[in-house]
């Protein structure tokens, strides 16, 4: 496995792989775009990955444009040795780790920003998040030229924003969404989960059995925005601890609210357990 670390590195890697690339039907090249603290959520991106690309890049950038000011930037989990254990073990090619100043060069002045989607679910509160998201992941697309990119569900609004910014921009790479990965008690993958002491992390199961509670009412047939998070609002207040940001049923294209849920509905929360902020979801069958 090779680390690579500035971008015209990554695009030699690339383009060398485009000269000598088979006729087949597989993709020449995944990339797997993550801040790093590696766990088997992203092991699950990987094996999708190679399940379907010749070759596979990991990204590992805590990017510092998607936290506010008095987010966790600084105490961001950060594991490289690890991370690059867990990716060569799962037999990633190539793992880009580039610096700050390789991706924001001293000046730089131009960012991607996806309106009106940026400022829902998690744009409400997160000002900027959406904008050094896109701009991130854009800067990687330019760099790696994927032919697919591959994202985990529970960052389904991200998922959205990004969709929207390839359309638009005519992007070739293509988006492809690998389902949530959950501890064995429901709770869904996070890096994050690191920062749970032993209370906050019971508590945060809050957050999964809400998603079941209105896949188990959709199951039964119902379809009403107001009732499924009514239900997911009464399993909250069960922990009053916990700081629900928000509870919603939105399109996942545009991220609106809906009144009845449809296929393809997206129904997902946010809630901050002590000082740790977490997000679940499911999307409508």
């Not at 900027?128 to 697309?141: E, I, M, N, Q, S």
């Not at 390839?166 to 994050?192: H, Q």
Request: a neutral charge.
């Amino acid at each position: 496995m090779e680390i690579i670390r500035t971008v015209d590195e990554l695009r030699r890697w690339s383009r060398a792989l485009r000269r000598e690339a088979q006729v087949g039907t597989r993709e020449d090249i995944g990339l797997v775009p993550t801040l790093g603290a590696l766990h088997d959520g992203h092991a699950s991106l990987i094996r999708a990955a190679r399940s379907r690309c010749r070759n596979v890049a990991v990204s590992i950038f805590v990017n510092p444009t998607q936290f506010g000011p008095n987010e966790d930037y600084s105490r961001y989990p950060r594991t490289f040795a690890a991370d690059c254990a867990l990716a060569e073990a799962e037999g990633v090619g190539v793992i880009f780790a580039p610096s700050v100043e390789e991706i924001y060069p001293e000046g730089s002045a131009t960012f991607v920003d996806v309106e009106a989607l940026s400022a829902r679910l998690d744009g409400k509160t997160r000002a900027g998040h959406f904008r050094g998201v896109a701009t991130v992941v854009a800067k990687l697309f330019v760099a790696a030229e994927p032919d697919l990119a591959f994202f985990g569900q529970k960052d389904a609004a991200q998922i959205a924003v990004l969709r929207r910014m390839i359309t638009d921009l005519r992007l070739a790479t293509e988006l492809v969404v690998c389902p949530i990965v959950r501890e064995p008690d429901g709770l869904a993958m996070s890096s994050r989960n690191v920062y749970l002491s032993a209370a906050e992390r019971a508590k945060a199961l809050s957050l999964s059995r809400a998603v079941r509670q209105v896949e188990t009412l959709v199951a039964r047939g119902e379809r009403r925005a107001s009732a499924l998070i009514a239900a997911a609002d009464k399993i909250f207040a069960t922990e009053p601890s916990i700081r629900v940001e928000y509870i919603e049923v939105v399109d996942w294209k545009t991220l609106e609210p809906v009144e009845n849920a449809a296929s393809g509905t997206l129904f997902a929360v946010a809630a901050w357990v002590g000082e740790t902020r977490l997000i679940d979801n499911t999307i409508i069958a």
